[in-house]
């Protein structure tokens, strides 16, 4: 009887191009653009440049783009490099089922390996199918409790991005299995570095992406990697959760795309805050009520997110994108929760930090019973006149419910990359994107 391993990767070295519908190879091209516009818009965020300086003076042969500068290097300090790079504004890619963002972790492997191959564009979305099935199936299959302690994106994620790199280099299904097996030996990242606000959390999908693509190589040259890494006594499931699931890993493998229910984000913070966000927006209807006025604003969320977000002090920009009243403070005030908002003077706002002593968050056992499938939340604003302003979200802006179009992809791809890209240069990206089956080598995407 197959592993979960060898099933996963008897898919991944036999699903190909073909395979996909013409919606899906548009889905597919539409996160390629969206992950490819967060890359560029982390580039010079302090904990990315800090890896790129560790990468360029690691030298390397010029097999891959560094992104943040355009400059090459090994295709490993590539994955590391544009992985970092990819998560830090957090506006890359979500699926919530999976609770994994797939994009920063698996497309940085991927793309690297392409480069270095001289893959085409066919290829790259060919592997990016594969490498998003099986991190997406892996995370699953780890169950929620996974996520109390280990940071999905850095663990689940490198199992993707070995597949995915694995699919660019050829493997045969035993080099797959084996590439996941010292995929899941390699795979970590703790959520420790929230609490205090350390740099952590950029190396993980950095380290996924990396650790995949150097598993996928070692498994060209015949490197051996454990077989039942996923379902073994001293596996991955049994190290990492307390409710994993093995039968979902492989459920309905080859005939459901589980990649189709991704998210593309509509505002620059963590997935769980963009519930609450938009039930504040609708609340409100775009009227934004005066401060003053307000007595309470009144949370209902699901369990996972009090516990990941409950206990975040916007004690700089990039915590402010987990502290849940910052965000709902923000909508109310502005109307939108984009980049512009996670800024020193923003935090310093006296609007918003009045706004956020009245922000009182709870636990709903309604909405905690749709988690992970949907992650809805319910706000009450509650007004000094008696009045309440109440809406609720399970679809924000951006879910497969609720999608981004791609003219929207598009303008955030443009607004993500003003004063990075020339403009003209830009609009070449997005239309090469658009046209990505039929580029002969990846690597033009740069030059």
């Given at each position: 009887m197959k592993t979960i391993s060898e099933k996963l990767a008897d898919f991944s070295s036999r699903f190909d191009y073909e395979s996909l519908t013409r919606d899906q190879i548009a889905k597919l091209k539409l996160y390629f653009l969206d992950w490819l516009g967060s890359a560029y818009a982390g580039a010079s965020q302090k904990p990315v440049q800090m890896v790129l300086a560790v990468a360029k003076k690691q030298g390397g042969a010029p097999q891959a783009t560094l992104i943040p500068d355009g400059s090459r290097s090994s295709g490993l300090m590539a994955a590391l490099v544009n992985g970092a790079s990819s998560h830090v504004v957090e506006m890359d890619d979500l699926h919530k089922e999976s609770v994994l963002h797939p994009a920063a972790a698996i497309i940085p492997a991927i793309l690297a390996a392409a480069e270095s191959e001289g893959s085409s564009g066919r290829e790259l979305i060919q592997a990016m199918a594969v490498g998003y099935e099986v991190g997406i199936r892996v995370a699953?299959?780890?169950g929620v409790s996974h996520y109390n302690f280990w940071h999905t994106t850095g663990t689940c994620g490198t199992f993707g991005a070995a597949a995915g790199a694995g699919r660019i280099l050829g493997l045969s299904p035993q080099q797959m299995t084996w590439a996941l097996g010292s995929a899941g030996t390699q795979a970590?990242?703790?959520?420790?570095f929230l609490?205090?606000?350390?740099?952590s959390k950029q190396l993980h999908p950095g380290k996924a992406a990396m650790n995949g693509l150097l598993a996928a190589l070692l498994a060209r040259e015949g490197f051996t990697g454990a077989v039942s890494i996923l379902e073994s006594e001293k596996g991955f499931f049994r190290a990492t959760s307390r409710d994993f699931d093995e039968k979902r890993c492989v459920d309905g493998l080859g005939k459901e795309l589980w990649f189709e229910r991704n998210s593309l984000k509509y505002h620059a913070s963590c997935g769980h805050t963009h519930s609450a966000i938009d039930a504040t927006i609708e609340a409100t209807k775009g009227k934004r009520p005066d401060p003053e006025?307000?007595?309470?604003?009144?949370?209902k969320i699901y369990r996972a997110a009090l516990d990941l977000l409950g206990n975040v002090e916007p004690k700089s920009p990039y915590l402010a994108k987990f502290c849940?009243?910052?965000?709902?403070?923000?909508?109310?005030?502005?109307g939108r929760v984009g980049l512009g908002a996670f800024t020193p003077e923003r935090l310093a706002d006296k609007k918003i930090q009045d706004l956020m002593r009245k922000v009182e968050m709870e636990e709903d056992p309604e909405l905690t019973a749709l988690y992970p499938r949907k992650w809805p939340a319910e706000v009450e604003i509650h007004l000094r006149d008696g009045g309440i302003l109440r809406s609720r979200c399970w679809d924000p802006k951006g879910d497969p419910e609720n999608p981004l179009t791609e003219e929207e992809v598009r303008e955030k791809f443009m607004e993500l990359t003003e004063g990075i890209l020339p403009e003209s240069r830009a609009a070449r990206i997005c239309e090469m994107v658009m046209e990505l089956e039929r580029v002969d080598r990846v690597s033009r995407l740069f030059h």
């Amino acid at each position: 009887m197959k592993t979960i391993s060898e099933k996963l990767a008897d898919f991944s070295s036999r699903f190909d191009y073909e395979s996909l519908t013409r919606d899906q190879i548009a889905k597919l091209k539409l996160y390629f653009l969206d992950w490819l516009g967060s890359a560029y818009a982390g580039a010079s965020q302090k904990p990315v440049q800090m890896v790129l300086a560790v990468a360029k003076k690691q030298g390397g042969a010029p097999q891959a783009t560094l992104i943040p500068d355009g400059s090459r290097s090994s295709g490993l300090m590539a994955a590391l490099v544009n992985g970092a790079s990819s998560h830090v504004v957090e506006m890359d890619d979500l699926h919530k089922e999976s609770v994994l963002h797939p994009a920063a972790a698996i497309i940085p492997a991927i793309l690297a390996a392409a480069e270095s191959e001289g893959s085409s564009g066919r290829e790259l979305i060919q592997a990016m199918a594969v490498g998003y099935e099986v991190g997406i199936r892996v995370a699953v299959g780890a169950g929620v409790s996974h996520y109390n302690f280990w940071h999905t994106t850095g663990t689940c994620g490198t199992f993707g991005a070995a597949a995915g790199a694995g699919r660019i280099l050829g493997l045969s299904p035993q080099q797959m299995t084996w590439a996941l097996g010292s995929a899941g030996t390699q795979a970590s990242g703790l959520w420790a570095f929230l609490v205090e606000n350390a740099m952590s959390k950029q190396l993980h999908p950095g380290k996924a992406a990396m650790n995949g693509l150097l598993a996928a190589l070692l498994a060209r040259e015949g490197f051996t990697g454990a077989v039942s890494i996923l379902e073994s006594e001293k596996g991955f499931f049994r190290a990492t959760s307390r409710d994993f699931d093995e039968k979902r890993c492989v459920d309905g493998l080859g005939k459901e795309l589980w990649f189709e229910r991704n998210s593309l984000k509509y505002h620059a913070s963590c997935g769980h805050t963009h519930s609450a966000i938009d039930a504040t927006i609708e609340a409100t209807k775009g009227k934004r009520p005066d401060p003053e006025r307000i007595s309470t604003i009144r949370v209902k969320i699901y369990r996972a997110a009090l516990d990941l977000l409950g206990n975040v002090e916007p004690k700089s920009p990039y915590l402010a994108k987990f502290c849940l009243p910052f965000c709902v403070a923000t909508a109310l005030l502005y109307g939108r929760v984009g980049l512009g908002a996670f800024t020193p003077e923003r935090l310093a706002d006296k609007k918003i930090q009045d706004l956020m002593r009245k922000v009182e968050m709870e636990e709903d056992p309604e909405l905690t019973a749709l988690y992970p499938r949907k992650w809805p939340a319910e706000v009450e604003i509650h007004l000094r006149d008696g009045g309440i302003l109440r809406s609720r979200c399970w679809d924000p802006k951006g879910d497969p419910e609720n999608p981004l179009t791609e003219e929207e992809v598009r303008e955030k791809f443009m607004e993500l990359t003003e004063g990075i890209l020339p403009e003209s240069r830009a609009a070449r990206i997005c239309e090469m994107v658009m046209e990505l089956e039929r580029v002969d080598r990846v690597s033009r995407l740069f030059h």
